[in-house]
T-cell receptor
Framework: ETGVTQSPTHLIKTRGQQVTLRCSSQ?????VSWYQQALGQGPQFIFQ???????GRGNFPPRFSGLQFPNYSSELNVNALELDDSALYLC?????????????FGQGTRLTVV | QKEVEQDPGPLSVPEGAIVSLNCTYS??????FMWYRQYSRKGPELLMY????GNKEDGRFTAQVDKSSKYISLFIRDSQPSDSATYLC???????????FGQGTELSVKP
């Protein structure tokens, strides 16, 4: 186990709804990244938070937003859900410091939009 | 053109075979190279991490990076059924930055 937990594990939403996914980082980690993994594809970077500030964003529309809290847990919010948002959403936590770059992934939240 | 290209397979080998997995990339600015293993319904787990060119060995696994050819490889010796999973290559421009993944190769090791 990586110590990174995500909730919920599965979720079904209707097109147009909003969803919030949650991630609890590994203890001591100050950075969290979110990825979207469509079926049969590699994960795609959504954004990264470092010490509660957004620290990089991938090619995703503004309806994908996030938060990182003082305890370094994190949320991914998606508004106006579309069918193509159906995917496995992964968070990865890391401690960004000299000589350390390993990102530990959670088990993911599988989102289905109908 | 994708930044990282990886043959999706599927790849099926008999137990005990040597497996070779490969990725090519287009951007010479990548500095950090990783291989992740992802079992069905699980998140990716880091197998190997390499900085710049060279080889790295860990048990049955060997990672190779050839920056001049923009080509990375993962070799698995004495493959086991428990190695059956999807293998993802990933790259970073800078330490701690975003990971850019290949599509993943689905590997099946038959007993």
């Amino acid at each position: 186990e990586t110590g990174v937990t995500q909730s919920p594990t599965h979720l079904i939403k209707t097109r147009g709804q909003q969803v919030t996914l949650r991630c609890s980082s590994q203890s001591g980690h100050n950075t969290v990244s979110w990825y979207q993994q469509a079926l049969g594809q590699g994960p795609q970077f959504i954004f990264q938070y470092y010490r509660e500030e957004e620290n990089g964003r991938g090619n995703f529309p503004p309806r994908f937003s996030g938060l990182q809290f003082p305890n370094y847990s994190s949320e991914l919010n998606v508004n106006a859900l579309e069918l193509d948002d159906s995917a496995l959403y992964l968070c990865a936590s890391s401690l960004v410091s000299a000589g350390d770059t390993e990102a530990f992934f959670g088990q993911g939240t599988r989102l289905t939009v109908v | 053109q994708k930044e990282v290209e990886q043959d999706p397979g599927p790849l099926s080998v008999p137990e005990g075979a040597i497996v070779s997995l490969n990725c090519t990339y287009s951007n010479s600015a990548f500095q950090y190279f990783m291989w992740y293993r992802q079992y069905s319904r699980k998140g990716p787990e880091l197998l190997m991490y390499t900085y710049s060119s060279g080889n790295k060995e860990d048990g049955r696994f060997t990672a190779q990076v050839d920056k001049s050819s923009k080509y990375i490889s993962l070799f698995i010796r004495d493959s086991q059924p428990s190695d059956s999973a999807t293998y993802l290559c990933a790259m970073q421009y800078n330490q701690g930055g975003k990971l850019i993944f290949g599509q993943g190769t689905e590997l099946s090791v038959k007993p």
